[in-house]
């Protein structure tokens, strides 16, 4: 069983930066993609940021230049790094890792969310 730990949510004023942190435990082997989604009040889970397993990255238009995305894999740790933060940012974050476990069976894990508020 993989299990996840999202820490880094909280306030932040309009143009401030926030990291978020999402650390993997468990019988991992690897880990394939890993997103950052974000659910605004009343709107749908939408994804963020994402890493594929050869560390390629891809970011929603509305975050290219602003976000940017990360691994760790000596820590199963992803990182979003988000700077110049706008109001319209503001949403519950969470992580979710795909990977493969010891006993060479897949994984896909979500963390429990995290609130990133962007006001002043």
């Known amino acids: 069983q993989v299990q996840l730990t999202e820490s880094g949510g909280g306030l932040v004023q309009p143009g401030g930066s926030l990291r978020l942190s999402c650390a993997a435990s468990?019988?991992?082997?690897?880990?394939?993609?890993t997103g950052w989604y974000r659910q605004a009040p009343g709107k749908q889970r939408d994804l963020v940021a994402l890493?594929?397993?050869?560390?390629?990255?891809k970011y929603v238009d509305s975050v290219k230049g602003r976000f940017t995305i990360s691994r760790d894999d000596a820590k199963n740790t992803v990182y979003l790094q988000m700077n110049n933060l706008k109001p319209e940012d503001t949403a519950v974050y969470c992580c979710?890792?795909?990977?493969?476990?010891?006993?060479?069976?897949?994984?896909?894990?979500w963390g429990q969310g995290m609130q990133v508020t962007v006001s002043s």
């Open positions: 979710k890792v795909a990977g493969i476990t010891h006993a060479l069976t897949g994984f896909s894990s």
């Open positions: 468990g019988s991992i082997f690897s880990i394939k993609d």
């Open positions: 890493i594929t397993g050869d560390g390629d990255t």
